[in-house]
């Protein structure tokens, strides 16, 4: 199963980077990368996106407010130059934090975690079913 992925960033740089790891690990799939913000908010809140790779600093608006607008349950990335980011990134929910520049190494540490935390919440649903059968 691929994970459906969304990317915001005001750097076209950092787009096209994020894009090109995500393209190159079997386990993603790129729906769409958003330098404006409000663009990548709308994908998230309309289209089967399961991870949003987001940047905090952008003109428009910062990426933890942006994630407040989330009205889907999405798997939040948090990917900032500034590590001191790292906790509010937790703290509002996150699943992780990459500092930039992004790696593959760094995208595959993700992707299991993601993969690690999606089938503990499938093995404690069959769990409970379990226990209330």
Same mark, same amino acid.
């Given at each position: 199963?691929?994970?459906?992925?969304?990317?915001?960033?005001?750097?076209?740089?950092q787009?096209?980077l994020?894009?090109?790891?995500?393209?190159? !690990?079997?386990?993603?799939?790129?729906? *769409?990368?958003?330098?404006?913000p @409000?663009?990548?908010?709308n994908? %998230?809140?309309t289209?089967?996106?399961?991870?949003?790779?987001?940047?905090?600093?952008m003109?428009e608006i910062? *990426?933890f407010?942006l994630?407040?607008? @989330?009205k !889907?349950?999405?798997h939040? %990335?948090? !990917?900032?130059?500034r590590?001191?980011f790292?906790?509010? +990134?937790?703290?509002? *929910?996150?699943?992780? @934090?990459?500092?930039?520049?992004?790696?593959?190494?760094?995208?595959?540490?993700?992707?299991?975690?993601?993969?690690e935390f999606?089938?503990?919440?499938?093995?404690?649903?069959?769990?409970?079913n379990?226990? +209330?059968?």
């Amino acid at each position: 199963m691929k994970l459906n992925v969304v990317v915001i960033d005001d750097s076209a740089l950092q787009l096209i980077l994020a894009s090109k790891l995500i393209q190159k !690990n079997e386990q993603l799939n790129l729906v *769409g990368a958003y330098a404006d913000p @409000f663009l990548g908010l709308n994908a %998230i809140n309309t289209e089967k996106v399961d991870v949003v790779l987001l940047d905090v600093e952008m003109p428009e608006i910062d *990426g933890f407010s942006l994630q407040k607008l @989330f009205k !889907n349950s999405v798997h939040v %990335i948090v !990917n900032s130059t500034r590590a001191n980011f790292e906790l509010q +990134a937790y703290v509002n *929910g996150a699943i992780d @934090f990459i500092q930039k520049p992004l790696t593959t190494e760094k995208i595959e540490k993700t992707v299991t975690r993601i993969m690690e935390f999606k089938r503990l919440v499938v093995s404690e649903r069959i769990a409970v079913n379990t226990l +209330a059968s």
